[in-house]
């Protein structure tokens, strides 16, 4: 399948540029209906998290939609658009759920791309007392599974290829950025994991890569992971990116044996990331201690910090080992049909 491009101009509703639009709506709905029944086969339960929330989530750089929920006596509480139903999900695995997916809308403010959409749809799903081999297991299952149903053998996405039925690579974040930047990640960052900002922009220079004003770790961490790393990954065949930087996995828990790294996973296919999973951090207390870090980034950088949910941080003292991940619906869809912009396999894309 192709990406429709008749009556560009027109808007979606259009009958022409929806007609153009329609085998790849029918796509998305035969790949959902593959999904759930691939959910219901491996005995997950779909819940139905709100998206209305106290706390849309605290991580620095993801932005929710505020509003306010106002009461019968007229009294206004602000309130947030979840990014992800991953607090509620984890409140339900401490409430003795072991095995729960959720298919359905999520809300990031500031996104708007050919893969970036304000509302658009996520798969979440957990296992309570799994490794988070098998979220990555899962993960590749349904990648495969997406391709099977719309009988494509070959993703394409800006010039680039991929066979999602080919064995996956398997590449660290150091090792990643060894190959695809000339940085040893790992050489900025003390035994603790604690990082440097001054060693990473050092580096960079070393490296030959322009280095900006601003040498806070984390915004040079991530301006070489998406302009070196993240091109490279997912060309020919899917990429698993593992064992990330603690610092950079702010629901993850530590690596077994190595503080200065997390399980945490992300899943790339010609260079778009479909997949961001994690074996799930049960400490609440150094649960609160990342948020507040990551409230205290967010304030610097944007001058706003959104509440911690102290339901979900008491929640966690209760909630089992678990391993979770979540999945850009839409963007898999993209992939599966050959489209180039995610609002051409949405129903209907939010009005500019």
Known sequence: MTQPSAMA???????QRHADRRPLLLARSRIDAAVRHWLAEGDFLVVDPPGL?????????????????IGNDGTGQAMYLHT?????????????ETRIASLQHVWRNRERSALHHPEFTMLEWYRAGAPYEAVIKDSLALIRLAARTT????????ERDCDPHAEAERLSVGEAFR???GIDLLATMDEAGVPDGAALAGQMERAGLDVPEDRDWSYLFTRVLVEKVEPQLGNGRVTVL????????????????????????????CGVELANGFGELTDAGEQRRRFVAEMDEKARLYGERYPIDEDFLAA?????????????????????????????????PVAE
């Open 53 to 69: 929330q106290r706390s849309p989530g605290n991580e620095a750089h993801l932005h929710a939609f505020a509003t306010e929920m």
């Open 84 to 96: 992800s139903p991953e607090f509620t999900m984890k409140k339900l695995l401490a409430a003795g």
């Open 316 to 348: 966690l003292r209760l909630m089992p080992e678990a391993s979770g991940v979540a999945l850009g619906f839409d963007r898999l869809v993209m992939l599966a049909t050959g489209a180039q912009r995610i609002e051409a396999v949405l129903w209907a």
């Open 9 to 15: 101009a027109s808007p979606w509703w259009h009958p």
């Open 151 to 158: 009988g494509i053998s070959r993703f394409r996405f800006r």
């Open 179 to 181: 190959r695809h930047a």
């Open 242 to 269: 593992d064992r990330y930087p603690s610092c950079e996995a702010a629901l993850a828990r530590p690596l077994p044996g190595d503080p200065r790294l997390a399980e945490r996973f992300e899943i790339y296919a």
